[in-house]
């Protein structure tokens, strides 16, 4: 936990670890509760994958115990 300390400077004020196999529910749970007024055939359709990789780009990624996580810059 130290190493993650000096490697995230948010860590202290509760910054998040996202695992990197479940960053696209992540994603699409940020911005579902968004989505009660758009018709099932598009909530269908929704490219989950692209949102999570546009997201991404303001997150950066730390191996800790030989796992990948996200948090958020």
Do not use: H, M
Not at 1 to 23: A, H, T, V, W
């Amino acid at each position: 936990i130290n190493e993650l300390e000096d490697e995230i400077s948010e860590f202290p004020f509760g910054e998040i670890l996202i695992p990197e196999d479940e960053f696209e529910d992540y994603c699409k749970g940020l911005v579902e509760y968004d989505l009660d007024n758009v018709p099932e055939f598009i909530k269908n359709n929704i490219n989950w994958s692209g949102i999570a990789s546009d997201l991404s780009v303001g997150y950066s990624e730390i191996k800790y115990q030989g796992e990948t996580y996200l948090y958020r810059d």
